[in-house]
Nanobody, 127 residues
Framework: QLHLEQSGSALAQPGESLRLSCTGS????????VAWFRRAPGKSFEAVAC????????HYVDSVKGRLTVSRDNAKNTAYLQLISLKAEDTAVYYC????????????????????WGEGTQVTVSS
């Protein structure tokens, strides 16, 4: 069983940047793709990005391209989601998830493909 632990809640002002982390333990982390999802107040749960097991492939949904960067450091069993030029609409709970599913450019990120989930990180963007 892979356990995923996410970084704590974060508060930022518009225009600032944040980096969220997701650390795996208990089972192989470096052989699983990691995806990030978010749920904003009043909005649907949505996928935002994924990174392949070795980190060589990343994929972003169109709505976040250019402002989010996903990466991983398998030596630390940790994946990261960096958010830049934050906007109020980025306020959401962000979840990481991992599993043996491909992360490919152009392939839809599907929540049901991932069986291991973090507890979520509250990100609040407010002036």
């Amino acid at each position: 069983q892979l356990h995923l632990e996410q970084s704590g809640s974060a508060l930022a002002q518009p225009g600032e940047s944040l980096r969220l982390s997701c650390t795996g333990s208990g089972s192989a982390f470096d052989t699983r793709a990691v995806a990030w999802f978010r749920r904003a107040p009043g909005k649907s749960f949505e996928a935002v990005a994924c990174v392949s097991a070795r980190g060589g492939v990343t994929h972003y949904v169109d709505s976040v391209k250019g402002r989010l960067t996903v990466s991983r450091d398998n030596a630390k069993n940790t994946a990261y989601l960096q958010l830049i030029s934050l906007k109020a609409e980025d306020t959401a709970v962000y979840y990481c998830a991992a599993d043996y599913t491909p992360c490919l450019e152009g392939r839809t990120i599907v929540a049901s493909d991932y069986g291991n989930w973090g507890e979520g990180t509250q990100v609040t963007v407010s002036s």
